[in-house]
């Protein structure tokens, strides 16, 4: 019988390995538990106009909760200055009230705080809108400071990554997820370190296992 313990270790080693291997590439396989649909980056290559501050803003850029906005209605310095949208997307404007802005573009905000204004205030109101701070981005994941972090012009993952104060000895530093809103239903995004943020988008820095 001695003579067969070195068949019967051999035997148990590659039975230990190939139970490792296969647990891990069930782990790969059953890890993605997110059911959130999967879509191709068109976030690129949008044509650009320029905000208040010279910052680039997408000429259908969405407004969301926490963008700041610089409205001018000529001729009326009181209802003149910034105005930031609340969590929920609405703006309290003077005279009209609160504005359910969430998901408007500039120009819609625009149309509309001008069409309230001339309905019971002012006639043929000349509304002006901006974008002069656009929400912040969201880091979570592998990375030693997860959270919010303002948006900057240009962001790619890996700055955000950077802004989070870097990445854990556990990240995966090649691919990643981008979650975004996009057509009224949150998306996820395939990225990697280059690709492009947009104001409200979160990063998930994925742990790898090997």
Known sequence: MPSSSPLVAKIVRTGVIAGLLAGLLALGACGDKDATPIVQDTSNGQALSLASNGS?????????PNDRTRIIVFGQPSLTGEFVLDGNGVLAFPLVGNINAKGMTPSELQQTIAQKLDTDWIKNPSVSVEVSTRRPFYV?????????????????????????????YRANMHDFWIKRKHGGRIVRVEANQESTLQPGDTVIVRERYF
């Open 56 to 64: 680039p803003v997408s000429a259908d850029y969405k407004l969301g």
């Open 140 to 168: 979570v994941g592998e990375v030693q400071k997860p959270g919010s972090y303002p948006y900057v012009t240009d962001m790619n993952v890996l700055n955000a990554i950077a802004t989070a104060g870097g990445e854990t």
